[in-house]
C-alpha cells in the first residue's frame, strides 16, 4: 500500500542533541516537503525537494538540514537542538506533473512531535 | 501579502447536528482551494479540492463551496459525527511558481458532543 511515513512519531531529547526526523514514502513522487507546525498555527514550509540532490529552503527560516539522496526519502536534520525547535514536523509528498485540474495533491505524513527540554 | 483567514477558530456542536466553516483568501494568482481535515496528532488529509471554475464540491457528507470573485469558500459539514471531531484547514495553492506554493490557515477546531 502506497504512504508516506514518519519516524519517530514522538522525540523528547536535551539541548544540545543531534537528531534526525526520517521521511519516507512508496509512492515514487518526486516533490517532497517539510513543514513546521506549533500547535494553532498555520503549517510553515521550511524545506522542498524536486527530486533527487534537489534540496531548497522554504518560507520559514530554519536551522534543520534535509537531504535527498534517494527518491524515496528525505531525512531532516538538527546538529544541535534547542527549546526554540519544539514543534511538530510533518513531511509531506506529491507527484511532479499536475493531474488533470491542473493541481498537485500533497500527501502527508503522521508528523513527528519534537520537544527539547 | 498571500494570506488564508479561517473562521470560527474553534466550534462545539452535538452529534446529528450541521455546522459550516468558514475560509477568506488574498492568494492571487489563484490555482485552487484546498480543505483538509487534521486529527489530533496526525498529518493533514485531503477532504476537497477546488479550481477556479469549481464552484462546489462533495466528498460524504462534507460540501466545499467557492467563490472566487469574492475570495471566500465555506465547508459544511452534514449530520455531524463524533470522529468528525478535528481540525479542518483551508489551503489556498497559487500559480505563480513550479512549486504550486500552499498557503495555509490556521485551523477550524471542531468538537462534537453526543
Known amino acids: 500500500e502506497a504512504d508516506i511515513y514518519q519516524t519517530p512519531r514522538y522525540l523528547v531529547i536535551g539541548t544540545g542533541k543531534k537528531i534526525t526526523l526520517e521521511c519516507s514514502q512508496t509512492?515514487?513522487?518526486?516533490?517532497m516537503y517539510w513543514y513546521q507546525q506549533d500547535p494553532g498555527m498555520e503549517l510553515h514550509l521550511i524545506h522542498y525537494?524536486?527530486?533527487?540532490?534537489?534540496?531548497e529552503k522554504g518560507d520559514l527560516s530554519s536551522e534543520s538540514t534535509v537531504s535527498r539522496i534517494r527518491t524515496e526519502h528525505f531525512p531532516l536534520t538538527l546538529e544541535s537542538a534547542r527549546p526554540s525547535h519544539t514543534s511538530q514536523y510533518l513531511c509531506?509528498?506529491?507527484?511532479?506533473?499536475?493531474?488533470?485540474?491542473?493541481?498537485?495533491?500533497?500527501?502527508f505524513g503522521p508528523g513527528t512531535r519534537l520537544t527539547v527540554l | 501579502k498571500n494570506q488564508v483567514e479561517q473562521s470560527p477558530q474553534s466550534l462545539i456542536i452535538l452529534e446529528g447536528k450541521n455546522c459550516t466553516l468558514q475560509?477568506?483568501?488574498?492568494?492571487?494568482?489563484?490555482?485552487?482551494l484546498r480543505w483538509y481535515k487534521q486529527d489530533t496528532g496526525r498529518g493533514p488529509v485531503s477532504l476537497t479540492i477546488?479550481?477556479?471554475?469549481?464552484n462546489t464540491k462533495s466528498n460524504g457528507r462534507y460540501t466545499a463551496t467557492l467563490d472566487a470573485d469574492t475570495k471566500q469558500s465555506s465547508l459544511h459539514i452534514t449530520a455531524s459525527q463524533l470522529s468528525d471531531s478535528a481540525s479542518y484547514i483551508c489551503?489556498?495553492?497559487?500559480?505563480?511558481?513550479?512549486?504550486?506554493?500552499?498557503?495555509f490557515g490556521r485551523g477550524t477546531q471542531l468538537t462534537v458532543w453526543p
Open positions: 509531506a509528498s506529491s507527484e511532479s506533473l499536475p493531474l488533470a485540474g491542473g493541481y498537485n495533491e500533497q500527501f
Open positions: 509512492m515514487g513522487h518526486d516533490k
Open positions: 525537494s524536486y527530486g533527487v540532490n534537489s534540496t
Open positions: 475560509c477568506n483568501y488574498t492568494v492571487s494568482p489563484f490555482s485552487n
Open positions: 477546488m479550481t477556479f471554475s469549481e
Open positions: 489551503v489556498v495553492s497559487d500559480r505563480g511558481s513550479t512549486l504550486g506554493r500552499l498557503y
